[in-house]
């Protein structure tokens, strides 16, 4: 397989420009559903995956309308 260095980018940078983190950018390409592969232990994304990437709105942990904490009796 012949790859074009010009088309590919770092998970870390791929994850700066989709605005999440690159654990979870690396993730998802070791996983296969994003474009990527990895030389070296080095793990490179598709540039126009990473720029095309958008983030689904409701995605991550809701938030608590009340403090986590102890119960009063």
Same mark, same amino acid.
């Given at each position: 397989?012949? /790859? ?15 605005? @999440?983190? =690159? %654990? ?17 232990? /080095?793990?490179? @994304?598709?540039?126009?995956?990473? #720029?095309? %990437? #958008? =983030? ?13 904490? =102890?119960?009063?009796?």
């Amino acid at each position: 397989m012949k /790859i074009d260095p010009s088309q590919y980018i770092t998970c870390g940078h791929a994850a700066d420009i989709a605005c @999440v983190s =690159r %654990f979870w950018m690396r993730q998802q390409v070791q996983a296969g559903k994003l474009p990527g592969v990895c030389i070296d232990g /080095i793990w490179f @994304v598709l540039r126009t995956a990473a #720029e095309g %990437f #958008e =983030r689904h709105p409701t995605a991550g942990r809701p938030r608590v309308s009340k403090p986590a904490g =102890r119960k009063k009796p």
